[in-house]
C-alpha cells in the first residue's frame, strides 16, 4: 500500500488479489461517497468496423443482469437520492455514482455485478441502438461546428482510431447488434482491466474490505486484455477542412498539430506541451489573447488546448472566433505570424511565474471536489499513469522553463504539419 | 421484485451561520477548513427583468464587464492581478438577479477582496473592452444563431411572456446589443448595484471576523438602496399553439410548457415532486425517460421542470427525436403530461420520488462553491438557513392527495404551448 500527500491527503491505492486496482481519496466534509469504475478501453480500441461500439455497450450496461433486472441498479440509486452516470472516451470507459455513504456497500455489489452478470436479448438492444442514433443527430447531424470537428479528427488522425468519432459512424451504429456488444463486453470488462475510484467520506480499509467482499468475488481472466492499435504515420502534408453550411453566421477557425501525449512524450514534453498551451492560449492574458484580440483587434476570441491525457499521439489544438469581415484565410496567415512571433521574442519571466502560480493552485482547489479527484485519478490510471505520475505532476510543472516552452512550440507547431478547419456560410457563387 | 433499502438520513452536513458585519451587512458563513480556500457568492436582485426592451442584454454586458479594469486597473492589468494570486472571479446576470462568485486560495485573501471590491464598486467600463465584450457576445448569438435548442426556446419564451421582460432574452440580440451605449452601463450598475438586494454566502477556511472584514470590504460602501424599476406579473400565452420553425436538420427539436404554481403556493413542492416523477432532470427513471426514451428509443435526451420565477412560475419541458417521429415523440410526452394531469401519481411513484428528492439533496453540498452557491439561493427565495431541514420535511410531507392536487393545479388539463424546430413530420 502505497500514499502520498502532494495533491490530496491520504490518498492510497492497491490491487485485489483479482487483479482489480483500487485507488481510495478519503474526504470526511460531507456523508457522501462518489464511487467509479473505469475500464482501460474506449472508442479507440473498436474493432474495424464497429465504431461506436463502446460507447454503445456503455449504454447497455445499464440494462440489467441475470441477478438484477433491467433498471433495478438505477432504481436503487434514484430511491437512495444517489446520481449515476458515465461515460466514453477515447481511452477509457467509466461509470460513476454520488451516494450517502451508508449505500457505498450496495452500490458495489451493483456494480461488481455488471462487470461479468450482464444480459442483453434484441428487444432491448434495438430500442436503444435508435437512442444512439438519435444522440448522434442531435449531437453531430445537427450542428455544422460539430460535423467540421469530426472532419478535422478525421483528417489529423488518418490511420489511428482517434479519428473516428466515439459515438461511432451512423452506418456502422446502425449495424451494431447484440452479438458485437457481448463480444466486446467479454473481452474487456474484466477485473484485471478496470480500476476502482472510492472518494468521500470512507477510511481505506473499509474501503478495502467492501471490495473485497464484492468485486474481490470476480474470478480473473489471468491476464488485461491488450489495446492494439495502428500507429499514425508521420505526415509532411497540410490540410485545409472547409463546412460551408447555410445554418452558419458566425464563422470559426481551428488548427490541430498531432502532439506527443503523456504517455508517449519524452520526459519533461508533455508539461512543456502544457505550459505551451497556457501561455499561448490559456485566457485574457495569453499571448493569443493579447496579441490577436485586444491589440490587432482580428479576431473575438482565441484560445489553445493540450490534450495530454491520452494513451497514444494525441492533439495540440487553437480556435478563433474571427471579428465581422475578417477572412478565414487571414487568420490562418495571422496564428502563423502570432506564433512566429512568440517563438522569436519569448514571453516575461512574470507570465511563466503567474502560469505555475495558476497551476499549483489548480491542484488545491481540485481537493475542493471529490468527485474532481476521483475523475482526475481515475482518467490518469486508465491511460496507463501511475499514482506517482499524478502526485507529481504540480512538481514537474514547477520545473518547466521558458526554454522548454519555446523547444516544444518549435518542435511540434512551427512549420508542423497540422489541419486546419474552417467553417463558413453557404456562399451561393451562381447567384 | 420490490426492494427496500434505509433512507439516507435527511441531516445536513452543512451548519451554517448567520452573521452581521461591523459594517452592517448580513450574510451566510460555513466555516470549513479541510481546504486552504474561501469561495463567496452573491446575487443582488434586479437581474434581465430589469433591461428595457429595446436593450435586451443590458445586464448579461454589465456583468461581462465587471472584471474588465476597475479602480486604476485596465483590463490587462486587472486580469494579470488575478492570475498573479490565482483568484477566480465571474459575473452573471440571470433573469431575476445578477451576481458573482470569488474563489481564492486563503493565503491571498487580502489580495482576492481588494480585487473583488474593485470590481464591484469601481468598475471602468473603458471603451475597448466594451467593444471586446460586445463583440464576443455578438459571436455568440451568431454562433447559435441556427442551433435548434437555442432557437426553440428563444420562440417559446418570446410567444409564452410576450410584452414581459420573461419573453426576452437575457443576453440580447443583435439589434439590442447595438442599442447599448456606456452611459446605459454606467446607470444600470448604479441602479442595481445596492445593499438592499444584496445576498451574500461565504464557505471555507474562515472565521467569522475574518469573513466579516472580507464581506465589508467588497460591498459595504455600495448604495444602500437599489432603484428598481416595478416588473409585472408574467402572464402566460399560447396554450395550445404550436409553432413550427423550419431548419434543415435530421431532428426535431421540440419544447413544451406551460404556467405552474409559484414558489410561495402551498402546494409548490407537491408539485415539485411530481415534476420530478414525470421528467426530473437526470432522473434516469421518470416516466418521460422511460416511455420516450427508454421503450421506444425516440429521443436521447426528454426532461421537463418548473421554473418558479419572482414574477411567474412555468412548466418547461423538451425532446429531440428524428423528423419522422417527431409526431409520436411528442404524443407520448404530453399523454404522460396528461397523465399525471388527471390522475396524480402511484403510490410507488411518490413514495420513490420522495425519497430520492430527499436523499440526494446532501449532494448539492459537496464543493466549497456549491455550497456557496445553495445558500445565495435559498436566500433569494427569502427562506431562512433552517429551509436546509424543512425543505426535506416538507417534501417528506407530501401525500398522495397533495400530489394530485399540485399536479391538477400545475397540469391543468395538459394543454401546452409548443414549439419545434427542424422538418417534422406530423404536425
Redesign the interface.
Known sequence: MTSSASTAPHVVNFTLANGLDVVVIP??????VTHMVWYRNGAADDPPGKSGIAHFLEHLM?KGTKRH?K??F???I????????AFTGNDFTAYFQ???K??LK?CMAFEADRMTGLILTDDIV??????????R??HC???P?AQLGEAVQAALFTHHPYGIPVIGWGREIEGLNREDALAYYRRFYTPENAILVVAGDVEPDEARALAEETYGKIKPRGAKPERIRPAEPPTVANRLVTVAD?????P?WQRHYLAPSARTAREGEAEALEMLAHLLGG???SFLY?TL??KEKLV??AWSYYHGAALDESRFIAHM?P??GVTLEALDKAFDRALARFVEDGFDAGDLE??K??L???A??A?????DLARWYGSSLAIGQTMRDVEEWPARMERVSAEDVIQAARGWLVHKPAVTGHLTPLVDEAA | MQKHFPVSPSHSAVNVDVVTSPGGLRFWLVPSYAVPLVSLEFAIRGGAAQDPAEKAGLGALTAGLLDEGAGELDSQAFHRALDEKAVEMSFHCDRDHSGGRMRTLIKNLDRAAELLRLAVNAPRFDEEPFERVREHLNARLRHDANDPGTLANRNWKAKSFPHHPYGQPADGTLETLARIERADLVDAARRGMARDQLMIAVVGAIGEKDAAALVDKAFADLPAKAKLKPVAEAAFAGLGAIEKIDLDVPQSTIRFGRPALKRDDPDFIASVVAAHVLGGSGNMTSRLFREVREKRGLAYTVFGTFYSLDHGAYFYGGTTTKNERARESFDVASAEIRDVALNGLSKEELEKGKTYLIGSYPLRFDTSAKIASQLVHIQLERRAPEWLVERNREIGAVTMESVKRAAHRAFGDGSLHTTVVGRPEGF
Open positions: 474526504d470526511h466534509r460531507a456523508p457522501v445499464f433486472p433498471g433495478a438505477s432504481e436503487f434514484s430511491e437512495v437520492g444517489g446520481m449515476e452516470n454520488q451516494i450517502a451508508q449505500h450496495a434495438a430500442p436503444e441502438r435508435d437512442v444512439v442514433l438519435e444522440e443527430r442531435m447531424d445537427s450542428d461546428g447555410d445554418k452558419v453566421e458566425q470559426g485566457g485574457q492574458t493579447r484580440v485586444i473575438v476570441s472566433t471579428a465581422p503567474r502560469a502560480t495558476r499549483v493552485a489548480d488545491i482547489y481537493r475542493d471536489s471529490q468527485s
